[in-house]
């Protein structure tokens, strides 16, 4: 893609849609060596360097004794830094955007204004009224507000749409941008970035009369194919296997469960459809050859299902997802011991607009020493 000439990078964050005329990036700051000069200033310096340029040879061209000039001094070298000869694919430049702070009043370059945000449902708890709450109280100014898709279920997917439409100014993503996505951004002439700010893992449940010990992930697979369709066949009671998921158009997490845990295979046509995480917990619960799964931070303190640890595929060393205090296993979320892991993600709109400062401030709130141990109370695992 050809930039813009008119933009200047920053040298500390790369941000590189600063106008030429700015003396600071519109993202962290920085001051621009530089900046503030019009594009007509750069113009005519060119021209007056080429004319000097011409002056010369003319008058030292061949048969000719060279004339005696004036030596004109070199044009200062361009501070900004060299762009490289091909740009990497999206999926692997690192954020400019990410700073650590240790509370979130610290963090730098957060706008004033009302910012839609939304997308993966595996975010409600951080859009709590506590989280929430601590960011109103850092940045007054800064004000947020879910934006509902006006069609269709909310959802990573849709969260990313209605971003790349315009919708929102950034999204919440439970799953990684696909590379489909990442095109219909360019489509447009933005550029998408993902930048993760905590840890969860999908947590598989059973009904309480279940006495299976563990299931490792390739027997996971079997249960939501079709392919294990009795209990006994895994350890558990002769009991008919009834598995319980939401459909595979409902967002990231189902999306994430598809393409990570059964291989892009889908669901079998023994998986009986629900609407969302509460639907599933109490069907299973009334269930008893019931199984489900959801993150986990929507399964911790439920009583009426039990938790199953995981093992890995061929394993019996199972590892349970939550720890003796009712909390979500940290050190196994954190260390990939538990099987079934991902990251969550702030999705940055990269346009040079208020927008992409908007999402990395959020995300950089996130990332905030008190925003970490937010992540944590709201049954994440902290990223840092």
């Given at each position: 893609m050809?930039?813009?000439?008119t933009?200047?990078?920053?040298?500390?964050?790369?941000?590189?849609?600063?106008p030429?005329?700015?003396?600071?990036?519109?993202?962290?700051?920085?001051?621009?060596?530089?900046g503030?000069?019009?594009?007509?200033?750069?113009?005519?310096?060119?021209?007056?360097?080429?004319?000097?340029?011409?002056?010369?040879?003319?008058?030292?061209?061949?048969?000719?004794?060279?004339?005696?000039?004036?030596?004109?001094?070199?044009p200062?070298?361009?501070?900004?830094?060299?762009?490289?000869?091909?740009?990497?694919?999206?999926?692997?430049?690192?954020?400019?955007?990410?700073?650590?702070?240790?509370?979130?009043?610290?963090v730098?370059?957060?706008?004033?204004g009302l910012?839609?945000?939304?997308?993966?449902?595996?975010?409600?708890?951080?859009?709590?009224?506590?989280?929430?709450g601590?960011?109103?109280q850092?940045?007054?100014?800064?004000?947020?507000r879910?934006?509902e898709?006006?069609?269709?279920?909310p959802?990573?997917?849709?969260?990313?749409?209605?971003l790349?439409?315009?919708?929102?100014s950034?999204?919440?993503?439970?799953?990684?941008?696909?590379?489909?996505?990442?095109?219909?951004?360019?489509?447009?002439g933005?550029?998408?970035?993902?930048?993760?700010?905590?840890?969860?893992?999908l947590?598989?449940?059973?009904?309480?009369?279940?006495?299976?010990?563990?299931?490792?992930?390739?027997?996971?697979?079997?249960?939501?194919?079709?392919?294990?369709?009795?209990?006994?066949?895994?350890?558990?009671?002769d009991?008919p296997?009834?598995?319980?998921?939401?459909?595979?158009?409902?967002?990231?997490?189902?999306?994430?469960?598809?393409?990570?845990?059964?291989?892009?295979?889908?669901?079998?046509?023994?998986?009986?459809?629900?609407?969302?995480?509460t639907?599933?917990?109490?069907?299973?619960?009334?269930?008893?050859?019931?199984?489900?799964?959801?993150?986990?931070?929507?399964?911790?303190g439920?009583?009426s299902?039990?938790?199953?640890?995981?093992?890995?595929?061929?394993?019996?060393?199972?590892?349970?997802?939550?720890a003796?205090?009712?909390?979500?296993?940290?050190?196994?979320?954190?260390?990939?011991?538990?099987?079934v892991?991902?990251?969550?993600?702030?999705?940055?709109?990269?346009d040079?607009?208020?927008?992409?400062?908007a999402?990395?401030?959020?995300?950089?709130?996130?990332?905030?020493?008190?925003?970490?141990?937010?992540?944590?109370?709201?049954g994440?695992?902290?990223?840092?």
């Amino acid at each position: 893609m050809v930039r813009d000439l008119t933009y200047v990078t920053c040298p500390k964050c790369g941000h590189d849609r600063n106008p030429n005329t700015a003396t600071n990036c519109e993202i962290c700051g920085q001051r621009l060596k530089g900046g503030g000069i019009p594009p007509i200033a750069w113009i005519a310096l060119a021209v007056l360097l080429l004319g000097g340029a011409g002056y010369y040879f003319w008058q030292n061209r061949p048969g000719e004794a060279p004339a005696p000039v004036a030596s004109t001094p070199a044009p200062p070298a361009s501070t900004a830094p060299a762009q490289p000869a091909t740009t990497p694919g999206l999926e692997q430049v690192k954020s400019p955007f990410v700073k650590l702070f240790a509370t979130m009043a610290e963090v730098e370059n957060v706008p004033s204004g009302l910012f839609n945000y939304g997308g993966s449902t595996t975010f409600a708890p951080l859009r709590s009224r506590t989280v929430l709450g601590a960011i109103a109280q850092a940045h007054p100014n800064f004000k947020l507000r879910y934006a509902e898709p006006v069609s269709g279920k909310p959802g990573s997917g849709t969260g990313i749409a209605m971003l790349i439409a315009g919708e929102m100014s950034f999204a919440q993503s439970s799953r990684a941008v696909k590379s489909k996505e990442y095109a219909a951004a360019k489509e447009r002439g933005i550029a998408l970035e993902q930048v993760p700010v905590a840890i969860d893992g999908l947590a598989f449940f059973v009904n309480p009369a279940n006495s299976v010990a563990g299931l490792s992930v390739d027997q996971i697979v079997g249960l939501f194919t079709g392919k294990i369709t009795n209990w006994k066949q895994v350890g558990g009671p002769d009991r008919p296997v009834v598995p319980f998921s939401r459909n595979l158009q409902a967002g990231g997490t189902v999306d994430y469960f598809n393409e990570e845990v059964l291989g892009g295979a889908g669901l079998g046509k023994v998986v009986r459809e629900t609407r969302d995480t509460t639907d599933a917990l109490r069907k299973v619960a009334a269930t008893p050859g019931g199984v489900g799964y959801a993150t986990a931070s929507e399964v911790i303190g439920q009583r009426s299902v039990r938790p199953v640890p995981l093992a890995r595929s061929n394993s019996r060393e199972y590892v349970a997802p939550f720890a003796e205090d009712s909390q979500v296993n940290r050190t196994a979320f954190r260390d990939g011991t538990y099987p079934v892991t991902r990251r969550l993600f702030v999705v940055i709109r990269r346009d040079g607009r208020l927008d992409e400062q908007a999402g990395a401030a959020y995300a950089n709130l996130l990332l905030s020493g008190e925003g970490q141990q937010l992540v944590e109370k709201s049954g994440f695992v902290a990223i840092r």
